[in-house]
């Protein structure tokens, strides 16, 4: 018994993957183990805890209950995508490590993509929303309370690159990898 | 002059490599820029019953699965991997010990146990095949639960005679004769029930085996590289000088993590040795709350005797533990609550018996706390309940019962878990006790409670105190070696979960090498680097690590300061290390910087780059002698160990204000406050940040998380969706910390250990303040909502005394 395969070209932090993969293959499983892309953490594999929220064009979803075949054609960011195209840390990023936001950094990744959305969503967020926009994502090291922090630092950091013309978590530029095949 | 960076809020290095999702855990190991290549995958079949025999294995249709390598059952194994799992930590009063084989031989004792192992292409076949495994059973009657094991209607092994694996009895002085002769006595029961460690990231292991030079090398996520690697080559009848065993990033531990070693950690580097392939296995969250370890869960009956002061005569405490199926590390969970209930407190007399009992559950090793929640819990229920018996301040009742300052070091008379006596270094539980009592407003707090009460509004206040033996040995080390770029290469053989071990301890190196902070970098957990270490658990790797490395460094300047010396002419004495720069103090133009230090430490002097080059311009040696002086080596390394005499005691206090909703019982945070004692702080914000998690995790432990086993030892909430860890929803807004630095005179940088601490008070805490909100005993943790409906409902039936099963002495 061997597995039908599924050509499936997505998007990845604006490259263009092309992955040949069975259809029960989760998104997360793809991000990982054929793209390479190890940031993106699995820690339940039933959507609860969050470390595997990737955004799928612009959306947080859990990578976990997604299969890659349903992400043909879609544009993805993971947690490698959120670095500045100089390598220099996003504004999530930046924040989290201000206000030591992370302790085993085995959550993180889930952390940055929810509040990178979010932030898109709602740039000036009171204190209430800061804690309701990290809800969902489970955290066993800190406790939420530098988290919390960090997301209000995080909003800081965008309204000033926002008025000096850089978005939140800008994605790295468009090319190709040597696993897919053109961008 | 240089900073000092000991006792700054330093931001962490490892956060540059976590934020960007280049973090290396274990089941990122084998994976490249085009993925994973040429890794095989491994899945587990586990028992679905708690307690039968196994009467046939049939494999016959696993490796006609296309993508399958191999399959292992208890029959294909062989010499040690044929034996049961060691147990590690053997106690005279273990008398019946048992462990588990790496694959069930006959039996099985827990749901989750492993019984055959696949390894396949990947993860998905490997599945596939052990769903294709038929294993008959005959079902044995299962035993859950402290009253079924103590009841032993049914035992969990044939001959281990009323499930009981030990019983330990531990005297100070003669407490039931002082409780006999008491003014007051009272007694009480108290439960705590199971919860886990839960780090984000399962257990997993990578092996490697190198045919061409005969080396196996294991990536593991553990809290114990040299374990592994000590039972890897035992197991597989390597030498220790063939296994290698490297601990990448770990996504949490919180003491699950320790090592025994689990099944896998040994049949992955079989597999890998067998195959000739990469082998992994990544543990999945149902499988972790099957198959790796819970703690928690203790029996108390406590009997004590006071005076009219609320000062102890004697205290008498029984109680029963349950350590699941098998018992590889020992007694120590059960022997830390013996020793560790007596916190700041001197009980005069005291006698504690134990009897550590097998149930059909997964087996119980330490979980953050470590037997201490349970100690703490029953002390501080204890002082509760003889305040309110004599209408007392609980604070007042504490305070009569203290160690005073002037009274360390202290020798409780027992002996700790280590083996070395109990003795208390240092501390102040006065001051903690007035620095608590401000920080959450307990002297104001009867008049807010009154005017809450006159608006319908129920509030309770607690307060819990702890001591903490932290930094247990036996000894660890650190290898600090200054490179030739003047770059300084630190290993310590300690793992790290989290602890930002990189950054406090680089902290401690810049400050007694006088080197730039950015020039450090520690690597911790590889056995290549440093065969010999302990682990990272009891909240020791500061205490023990960190003084190791401030060792080392001391012996790597030593040398700095020798050669320097000989290049500038002048005494070491008058030579001063600033930003990595030697230079002669007051005569800041007469230097050398480390890397050309570095560079003549080694008579060997090809000119491979600049600092070689830079270097000619000095000499040091005498030509008369040999190169490499007689007791001198090349290079410019200081290696140094740290084994100190016995723990350094920490200590502290919590208190919470909850609000219990009249109708639906729902309990609310309205106020925490912590006052934490671990010595000098190294980082300030990191130890902040090991406390917040603490009490996270205790919140959990106290209002939410337990193991649902049903009769027939099924976990009925194996899940994240049913197990139920706090959110930020769950956690208060604010934690009010306050520290006290009493310094431990039993290390050089006079710290105690803090990653624990969080999580002790917790459940002492939260059941003195819902009892102090609603007026009825809380005797039995975590609560609910629905449970304190339930003992609300019951108040109002058969109205109970606020002094659990009080009995005034005659």
Known sequence: ?183 | MTTKLMGTPVQRVEDQRFLRGQGRYVDDIGVGPGGEQGVLHAAVLRSPHAHARILDIDVDEVLDLEGVHAVWTYDDLAGPMAEPLPLLIPHPALTHGRTQYALAKDEVNHVGEAIAFVVADDRYVAEDAVGRIKVSYDFLPPVVGIDNARAAANLVHDDVPGNVGARLEQNVGDAPAAIAKAPHRLELDLTIERSACMPMEGRGTVARWDADINRMQVWTSTQTSTGVRAAVAVKLELDLGQVDVITPDVGGGFGVKINHPWPEELLVPMAARTLGRTVKFTEDRREHFISSAHERGQVHHVTVGFDDDGRLHGLDVEFWHDHGAYTPYGLIVPIITSTQLLGPYKPQNYRVVFESLYTNTVMVTPYRGAGRPQGCYTMERTMDAIAAYLGKDRTEVRAVNFIQPDEFPYDQGMIFQDGRELEYDSGDYPASLEKIKALIGWDDFPTFQKSMAAAGRKVGIGLACYVEGTGVGPYEGAHVHIETSGKVKVATGLTTQGQGHATVFAQLVADELGCSFEDVEVVTGDTRRMPYAVGTFASRAAVMSGSAIHLAAKRAKEKVLKIAADALEASPDDLQIVDGVVSVKGSPGTSIDLGTVSVLSNPLRYAFDEASKAATQFSVGDPGKPPVPEDEEPGLEGKDFYSPERATFASGMHAVIVETDPLTAEITILKYAVVHDCGHLINPMIVEGQIHGGVAQGIGGALYERMAYDESGQLLNASFMDFLMPYVTEIPDTIAIDHLETPSPLNPLGIKGAGEAGVIPSAAVFAAAIEDAEGFPITAMPISPSELFELRSRSLVEPVETTPEGTPAP
């Open chain 1, 1 to 183: 018994m061997t597995d039908e395969l599924h050509d499936v070209r997505m998007t990845v932090n604006g490259v263009a993957h092309d992955v040949r993969v069975p259809a029960r293959r989760l998104l997360s499983d793809a991000l990982r183990h054929d793209l390479g892309l190890t940031g993106t953490h699995v820690g339940c594999e039933h959507g609860v805890c969050g470390a595997c929220t990737v955004l799928v064009d612009g959306r947080p979803m859990r990578s976990c209950l997604m299969f890659a075949v349903s992400a043909v054609d879609a544009e993805i960011t993971t947690v490698e995508g959120l670095t500045g195209a100089d390598g220099s840390l996003g504004p999530v990023q930046q924040a989290f490590a201000e206000c030591h936001g992370l302790q085993c950094g085995f959550c993180t990744p889930g952390f940055l993509t929810t509040i990178t959305a979010g932030l898109r969503e709602n740039p000036h967020p009171t204190h209430e929303e800061c804690r309701d926009m990290i809800a969902g994502n489970l955290c066993r090291c800190t406790g939420y309370q530098n988290i919390v922090k960090a997301v209000e630092r995080a909003a800081e950091l965008v309204s000033t690159s926002s008025t000096t013309g850089e978005g939140a978590g800008s994605t790295t530029g468009a090319g190709s990898t040597s696993d897919g095949e053109t961008a």
